[in-house]
């Protein structure tokens, strides 16, 4: 175990910001709680500059959290053995410099080698969880490791601290109010039933955005700049920039800048519902200990659908108006197929009681399965 010091991420961001925004995650991780040396290399820092203000753009090389951070450009150069960490992770199956990789079959001992893959509820992770793949030509193993939600997998990404911060937040009103505050929520809005809002351009947002408008409880909506970006400025009539903000009937929609990962959790614990996406506000959501709906990352074929729906039976349980109102929000085929936004909202309402209750269980079931970071280095450990 002691021999396992040094690690390189390889990230490239395909879209959006879940690539960087995991990885960064689990860099931060793996230096902090396993006092690992860290390197991040990664393709687009622009997108990095988004969760983290810190990043410098044009930096080749950076420190940050003490993270050695790498623009990862064209250094297809030659590596050498001693510029091989002692554990290589690729994200989402990246290829990772072929040099580099030459480099890794000349060290001894040889490098763990990891593909971290992505988050899915599906049952057949559990038999491909650290399935080993040979490399074709060289003396090389690559291990694969999922994410999940069973003890069969490695597990979600936490950190150690988590826990603890989001209940001293969320035990503390005035912290909640003081953070809203910044954005521009008024105490009136405050007391109302406030949802962060992040989901993809497709989302049926507008004809939620009417529901909410029509409805009896004031509610307050935050959504990040940039998202849903044509039925919130529809909505505000005037163009949809951090700071706009605008009340109609029952509706507030607030428009708050892309804040840095760590305030992102706090926007969630300081909600009553959130609508998130893609993987990691995903797990976010599911920390935060609050209702959440999800919006699944599209994918050909409609094979997002198959996995919003493994989740939903692993979490919904009885909860048939969150898995009912999750399909309609995702576009995917339903038995409740007429009922309008209304009267899937109204549904919603009144389960939010017993999602938050769910919430809570659920957490304590994912915690069993430890978290990713740790499972990964005890993993590792046994490969040495
Ligand atoms: O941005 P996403 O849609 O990211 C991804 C990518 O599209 C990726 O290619 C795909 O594989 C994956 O989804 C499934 O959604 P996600 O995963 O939730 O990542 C968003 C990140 O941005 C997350 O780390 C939280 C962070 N974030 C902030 O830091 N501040 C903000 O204000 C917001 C709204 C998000």
Known sequence: MNQLRRLDLFCRVVDNYGDIGICWRLARQL?????????????????????????????????LDGVIVRHWRDQDGVF????????VIEFFAVDIPPGYIEAMAQCEPRPVWFNLEGLTAEEWVEGCHRLT???????????????????????LLCESELDQARRSFQSSPAAMADFL???????????ST?????????????????????????LTCLVPEGVAAEA???????????????????????????????????LLWACDLNFVRGEDSFVRAQWAGRPFVWHIYPQDEDLHHKKLRAFLQRYAGELNALAEFSLRWNGAPTAGEGADWSALWQAFERQMPAMAQRAAAWQAQMRANGDLAANLMAFAATLR
Do not use: N
């Open 181 to 191: 505050a910044r954005f521009g929520v008024t105490p009136a809005e405050m007391a």
């Open 232 to 266: 919130v400025q529809a909505f505000l009539g005037a163009e949809a920039k951090a700071g706009a903000s605008a009340t109609r009937g029952a509706l507030t929609v607030r428009v708050l800048p892309f804040v840095p990962q760590p305030d992102y959790d706090q």
């Open 133 to 155: 793949s040979p490399h074709p030509r060289l003396p090389l193993t690559k291990h694969f490791f999922f994410p999940g939600f069973t003890g069969k997998t490695g597990g």
């Open 31 to 63: 230096r902090r709680e396993h006092g690992l040396a860290v390197t991040l290399w990664v393709d687009d820092l622009v997108s990095f500059h988004r969760i983290c203000p810190e990043v410098d753009r044009a930096a080749a090389s950076q420190q």
């Open 80 to 87: 050498t053995p001693a510029d091989v960490a002692d554990i």
């Open 194 to 218: 406030k949802v962060t809002l992040f989901c993809y351009p497709h989302a049926p947002v507008s004809a939620l955005l009417d529901v909410w408008t029509a409805a009896a409880q004031p």
